[in-house]
Each structure stands twice: as C-alpha cells, then as structure tokens.
C-alpha cells in the first residue's frame, strides 16, 4: 500500500520528508487552510509524486499551479463535478503533449522529474458513518482515483476517523486513498483493514494532521516510525 503524507508547508521539513520516501507529498492551494502552501517547492527525489490538492479552484489557476510546479497528481477536495474533471482531464492531456515535444531532455535528467508520465486526477467523498456510492458513478470512467476523508468542519486535515465499516459496501474498481484523522494509533486497525476484503481497492494511505507538530509541520520521527511498523 502506497503512502502520501500531506499538507506540506515549510521548505526545510519537505526536505526532511522526502528523506523517508513516501509516495505521494501533498501541497495545499486553498487559501482558507491552516496549511496552505504559496512557497516554492523544493527539488525532491525522483518516484514520490508531486500533489496539488484544490478546492472549488478555478480550472485556469489549477492549470498554473500544475506548470509552476510540475506537479503529477490534483486532487479536488471540493465539490467538483465530472464534467469539471473532464475538462481538467483533457487539459493535462494537452500538457503532457506539449512537455513531450518542448521541453529539453537534460532538464529532466538534472531534475529527476519525469513529465510525460500520466498525470492523475484524485476526487474526494467525505463519509462518516454512511455513503452513497451513487455518486461515484459520474465520475468512474474520468478520475484516476478517490480518496475518502472524513466528513467534517474543514474540507481536510479535521483529525477525525471514519467509520471504514462503511468501504465493505465499495461497489467500484476505482482504487481509492484512504484518509482521516490516521496516526501512529491507526497501525493496528491498518493492518486489518489490509486483510479486510473493503480494503481490495485500496490504494493507499493519506496522512496529515495527526502527524503534525502545528499545522504543516511534520514530526518526522513518528511519520518514520509508522512507515516502518506499517511495512512490518
């Protein structure tokens, strides 16, 4: 199972993050976050994945922030449409189009970034002690992946688990993200939500709140002792 840790806010504890080679790294662009990133983002190494998260964001300011960056995944963790991730969808098919035939090969050599790979689209549903599954049809043939929060005040990062009962019932072959409120405590429940046959489609895990200092600071030493207890 994969691992994404984020809310990323601060140069020096990317880097030390990135140390620890989780998957995915999470950047906010939502204004009204407690973790929310306008910095630069430092060069990391080649394989975790660069995430945009955006809520209710303006396709034209998505597309900036995905070239700016050069970031691999967007997840929308607001109340966007299928036919908002369409157009998202075949806008980041034009991009990589474009890096293929403009951008200079020793660029990427020297960055460790590959850009002609597929960039992914990740979709949020927030669920806490039941869902619809319903409403994931419209967006089944377009995102890459779902990740499911819990249902709380802030779209994101509230600390709260949900009812993970609940994904027994998936009905998709979307694979998913599972998120919420997840730390050091969650290692045992992860391990048998792993044998569980609601975790088939699971895809990976996205941490956050729990494993922060303040928000957007990491504890680098716990983070680190949960990837080594929940690969153990």
Not at 13 to 37: H, T, W
Not at 43 to 58: A, C, E, L, R, T
Not at 159 to 186: C, Q
Request: charged share 30%; proline share 4%; with cysteine.
């Amino acid at each position: 199972m994969k691992l994404k840790v984020c809310g990323m806010k601060y140069q020096d504890n990317m880097e030390a993050v990135a140390r620890l080679q989780p998957d995915y790294m999470g950047f906010i662009f939502y204004d009204k976050s407690s973790r929310y990133f306008d910095g630069e983002i430092p060069k990391i190494p080649y394989g975790i994945k660069k995430v945009g998260v955006f809520v209710n964001s303006d396709l034209d300011y998505v597309l900036h922030m995905i070239k700016k960056h050069k970031l691999n995944s967007i997840q929308l963790h607001g109340n966007e449409d299928s036919h908002y991730c369409a157009s998202l969808k075949f806008e980041l098919h034009l991009i990589k189009e474009h890096w293929k035939q403009s951008v200079w090969e020793p660029y990427h050599e020297r960055q460790g970034v590959n850009d002609y790979e597929k960039k992914e689209i990740i979709k949020v549903f927030s669920i806490k002690n039941k869902f619809n599954f319903n409403l994931l049809k419209p967006y089944e043939d377009i995102v890459d992946y779902f990740l499911f929060d819990t249902k709380g005040k802030f779209p994101g990062g509230n600390g709260h688990k949900f009812n993970w009962d609940v994904l027994k019932d998936y009905p998709s072959t979307t694979p998913f993200f599972l998120s919420g409120g997840i730390g050091l405590g969650e290692v045992e429940k992860l391990k048998e939500f792993q044998e569980s046959p609601a975790s088939k489609y699971c895809y990976a895990i996205d941490v956050n709140s729990k494993f922060e200092i303040e928000p957007g600071l990491k504890n680098i030493n716990e983070l680190e002792k949960f990837k080594h207890e929940l690969q153990h």
